[in-house]
Nanobody
Framework: QVQLVESGGGLVQAGGSLRLSCAAS????????VGWFRQFPGKEREFVAV????????YYVDSVKGRFTISRDSAKNTVYLQMNSLKPEDTAVYYC??????????????????WGQGTQVTVSS
């Protein structure tokens, strides 16, 4: 049974930082892509960042480049999303996901087969 558990969300002021964690059980993360997505109220889930296999290639949506960093700790089977210079428009529920997407599906929810339960990030102005 594969399970992904996110943690680290919360309330922070604009300009602050949070680090989200995604811990996996039942799956070795280094053998899969791990993505972070977020969902605004009433909107579909959208791509934020992804990290490739153990080599760690990364890719970000333009709106978070230079502010967010995705990384993995293979020994802990955990992927992180370090979020700096947070803005109110980053407020959303953040989800991690694992899978083996094709290159064109790397930024799509359909490219991933397991998801975490989500963690709320709220950035106040």
């Amino acid at each position: 049974q594969v399970q992904l558990v996110e943690s680290g969300g919360g309330l922070v002021q604009a300009g602050g930082s949070l680090r989200l964690s995604c811990a996996a059980s039942g799956r070795t993360f280094s053998s899969y892509f791990v993505g972070w997505f977020r969902q605004f109220p009433g909107k579909e889930r959208e791509f934020v960042a992804v990290i490739g296999y153990s080599g760690g290639r990364t890719y970000y949506v333009d709106s978070v480049k230079g502010r967010f960093t995705i990384s993995r700790d293979s020994a802990k089977n955990t992927v992180y999303l370090q979020m700096n210079s947070l803005k109110p428009e980053d407020t959303a529920v953040y989800y991690c996901a694992s899978g083996r997407p094709s290159a064109q599906h790397m930024v799509s929810t359909g490219g991933y087969d397991y998801w975490g339960q989500g963690t709320q990030v709220t950035v106040s102005s």
